[in-house]
């Protein structure tokens, strides 16, 4: 008989395994055990953060089973895969996003506090990760979790940013902005996997030469090379054992070059350089909705673009001879034009590298590519100048000559007498100085191209892309936006979610259309009654954070009147600051006028360089100030801006809601996602004719939404007939009521010139047609008022609301995808033994 090395009797090795045991019991010891084993410390040396760092490692081994079986899974089947592509990532918390995924909520809240701890306290140690600045990248995120909870392969691929959006502070009421420094303690969500890291190169010139069989070839001789490391986060799919990767690219710079500059006697040149290779990964450029026309910007793209082909194409030669069948086994989806060029290095890695003939390499590209657009504003589409891409991109520049030159050809021949139509589709703009158009490359290198919602589709169909349209009707889609009900009704409103789950079971969380069945007890006062409770509740609780942050009293019955999202003119918050100052004169003029108490509260970061955002920051801090200690108020109108709005504190805001500012100027917000989270929790919407809003006022009733404003029709009306702002400020009185206390430095201790470039811009420009809309919104406040007061109207209003928006689940958008656009099927993660539930 064998000695065993520990005698069987003393082996500390419990039956259930401490890295994938769910027993309470188990995550204790495990908990124990990462403090002890990852951290270095025990209980009594040991820091919030410690604490929250060791709870963070006993998640991520309970995801490492899933997701190694996932890769083994995928692995077998040699499926097809959707990479999605994006510059951002706003993922959010991810400790209590893997608690809800695996079902391990509850059991985790008794081990943490049978260890003596509060897992709350120990939630908000997490560093909110922001590598993202608003919908676009907060939509990214919303999209991984549905691949991964309907059991879809699927690889988010982007940058691992050492700084992500910037942390917003007030000074003064202003905006200053301080670096994110969210890898500090280190991220325990990341697994790096520097054995696969890639090359990535730039700059240089391209030569002719022929290859073995005589063939005329072309090589890019690059100038400079930058290594690709990724990292990888597990993404867990709710209730399935599926565990998809978010792989993010770090740039290093290449050892062998640095080598060359060391030997060649340059060590310093050598360490800068080193310095400006890193760089590339360091931060997020802070600008949404309006591209930074910078070098860095491009060469990010670039980067993360061509590591994450190059990891693609290496998957796929696993288990494929050739990249002429690429199709079948990727579905590369483009979120907006960031990552477009990687249809000119999908075709230079499979003509150059690969020798595969131009046609051949054309329609794979075409069949891999699908591209989404996020915006209709003009100034919002990329473009680089063709000088800056040639410089860094030599080649890549010559195959998009080559792209334009075949593209414009068929053009030509498809329609021989319309020649100002090839000026208008080429994917040069011509001009003084040229520019490479990303929308058209994204445009002619996909198979399918969509908007995010059905008016944004409609508009890009008959506007921005309308001769992209004419060409190939059969390539565009709509895809409406959606969010996931995981972190944004069941983490965000625990309260909530009980209650629907006591009445529903937990299916509606897979389900988001079940909450429908609710319907049959809206006319049930008890249940109603449970309804304003929770209502109740979650604005005490916002009420509290208000007071710990911002020392501002607000009282929990009043309306909670918000908009939070990126600040942008086209969003308009000044619109509703106008509303503000509308009641303040009012009671001004007649202290005793009836006015229903209402809190206004705002959140959102402003592009560092984007002066009128800032200033409208401003404008509600000054405006608050005042008001907020006006005595003739006497408390019924308060306005607070929540600084650094970011995922997590959209997590609180969102449930506490009775009315949802979704305002922008009509035909301008591409969707918005917003809307969605703030409905979804019982908030009643106003909002214009725009994006999402309609098909939201759609499933929830026209009854159930407050409605006002021009339709995207009337604005382009009213622009081409002359739109003169000034004409409604002299004929309204309340406007020029509004317009002239700005003026007169009310708000500003009687700084006339503070909100001058605001007030001027709105009187002699209004890009976004404020006064032109101001009467209805104003109006249509009125009418909010009114039915707030109506309580039981108002709960029927706000259930209906809630129940009613089973449409924008990102389950439904994501299957739509993948049935319609990416034709890829679910493979379910089979795991033995393994039912979290029954553990
Ligand atoms: I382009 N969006 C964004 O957040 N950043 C951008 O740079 C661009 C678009 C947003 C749109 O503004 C929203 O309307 C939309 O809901 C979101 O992208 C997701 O599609």
Redesign the pocket.
């Known amino acids: 008989m064998t000695q065993s090395l520990i005698p069987i009797n003393e082996c500390p090795i419990q039956i259930e395994d401490d890295r994938t045991g769910t027993s309470v019991e188990t995550l204790k010891r495990a908990f124990a055990d990462n403090l002890f084993y990852e951290l270095g410390k025990y209980e009594t040396i040991a820091t919030k953060e410690d604490f929250y760092m060791a709870l963070a490692y006993t998640l991520r081994d309970r995801l490492l089973s899933r997701w190694l079986k996932t890769v083994k899974t995928y692995e077998d089947h040699s499926v097809k895969i959707v990479y999605y592509l994006s510059a951002e990532f706003l993922m959010g918390r991810h400790l209590g996003n893997s608690l809800i995924n695996l079902h391990l909520y509850d059991r985790v809240r008794q081990a943490v506090e049978e260890s003596g701890l509060n897992l709350d306290e120990l939630l908000e140690q997490e560093p909110d990760p922001g590598l993202g ?5 907060r ?1 990214a995120a919303c999209f991984l979790d549905s691949l991964a909870t309907l059991e879809i392969p699927a690889v988010g691929y982007g940058i691992r940013y050492e700084f992500g959006i910037f942390h917003q502070t007030m000074q003064d009421g202003w905006q200053a902005e301080i670096p994110d420094k969210w890898l500090r303690f280190g991220n325990p969500w990341e697994i790096p996997r520097p054995e696969e890291s890639v090359e990535v190169k730039f700059g240089g010139h391209t030569e002719i030469y022929h290859d073995e069989k005589g063939r005329e070839r072309i090589r890019w001789i690059p100038a400079k090379t930058v290594i690709g490391i990724p990292y990888d986060t597990p993404v867990p799919g709710y209730d399935t054992n599926t565990v998809n990767p978010l792989r993010l690219w770090k740039a290093e710079a290449s050892d062998a070059f640095n080598f060359e500059a060391f030997n060649a006697g340059n060590y310093d040149g050598a360490v800068a350089d080193k310095m400006r290779s890193e760089t590339i990964s360091k931060v997020l450029y802070p ?3 309006t591209p930074q026309g910078k070098q860095l910007r491009l060469e990010q793209q670039y980067f993360f673009v061509a590591c994450s082909l190059r990891d693609i194409v290496k998957r796929h030669l696993r288990h494929n001879s050739s990249l002429y069948n690429l199709n079948e086994t990727a579905a590369i989806q483009l979120n ?1 034009t960031h990552p477009a060029i990687a249809i000119a290095e999908l075709m230079r890695v499979l003509l150059d590298e690969h020798g595969i003939d131009w046609d051949s390499a054309w329609r794979v590209t075409q069949k891999t590519f699908a591209y989404t657009n ?2 209709l504003l003009p100034e ?1 589409l990329e473009k680089w100048s063709v000088g800056l891409f040639g410089y860094l991109l030599p080649r890549h520049l010559e195959v998009i000559y080559e792209i334009n030159r075949r593209f414009l050809e068929d053009v030509h021949r498809w329609y021989p007498d319309d020649d100002s139509l090839l000026g208008r589709l080429s994917l040069i703009e011509e001009g003084p100085e040229k520019f490479v158009r990303m929308a058209h490359l994204a445009c002619v290198g996909s198979h399918a191209i969509n908007g ?1 919602a059905a008016l944004h589709t409609d508009l890009l169909k008959k506007d921005t892309l309308r001769d992209f349209y004419k060409l190939w009707p059969e390539k565009f889609f709509n895809k409406t ?1 959606g969010v996931t009900p995981r972190r944004w009704i069941l983490l965000s409103n625990p309260t909530l979610s009980q209650f629907y789950s006591s009445k529903l079971g937990e299916g509606w969380l897979k389900d988001l259309d079940q909450l429908r069945q609710l319907e049959s007890q809206i006319d049930d006062p008890e249940f109603c009654e449970q309804w304003r409770q929770i209502k109740l509740y979650n604005k005490q609780l916002l009420a509290d954070y208000i007071w710990k942050f911002n020392g501002v009293e607000v009282d929990p019955h009043s309306i909670f009147d918000i908009q939070v999202k ?1 600040i942008h003119e086209y969003k308009r918050q000044h619109l509703d600051v106008l509303h503000i100052i509308t009641l303040y004169n009012r009671i001004k003029q007649n202290p005793n006028i009836n006015i229903y108490p209402r809190t206004f509260i705002f959140g959102g970061k402003a592009a560092p360089g984007y002066f009128m955002a800032k200033l409208i920051i401003k404008l509600i801090n000054a405006v608050g100030e005042v008001v907020n200690k006006d005595p003739d108020v006497r408390g019924r109108l308060k306005v607070v801006f929540l600084a650094n709005f970011n995922a997590s504190l959209g997590q609180r805001i969102y449930p506490a809601a009775d009315l949802s500012e979704q305002i922008s100027t009509a035909g301008k ?5 917003g809307n969605m989270k703030f409905a979804m929790n019982g908030s009643l919407t106003i909002g214009t004719l725009d ?2 809003n309609i098909e939201i006022r759609e499933e929830a009733g026209f009854e159930n939404f407050f409605l006002f404003g021009l339709t995207a029709e009337e604005v382009y009306a009213l622009k081409s007939k002359g739109y003169k702002p000034l004409d409604y400020y002299h004929r309204n009185p309340e406007l020029k009521g509004v317009i002239d206390r700005i003026s007169s430095g009310y708000f500003s201790h009687g700084n006339e010139e503070l909100f001058k470039p605001l007030v001027d811009s709105l009187m002699y420009h209004d890009e976004y047609m404020l006064f032109a809309d101001y009467q209805a919104y104003i109006d249509c406040q009125r009418q909010v008022s009114m039915a707030f007061q109506d309580t039981q109207k108002w709960t029927r209003m706000s259930i209906l609301n809630a129940i009613r928006m089973g449409k924008f689940s990102s389950d439904r958008t994501i299957r739509e995808y993948c049935n319609e656009i990416w034709n890829v099927k679910s493979i379910p993660v089979e795991m033995e033994g393994y039912n979290p539930e029954a553990a």
Do not use: I, Y
């Open positions: 600045n608003g919908g676009l990248g939509l600008n949404d909705n907006d996020h915006t919002a995010v936006n990126r917000e591409a969707s918005g996602t994006g999402a």
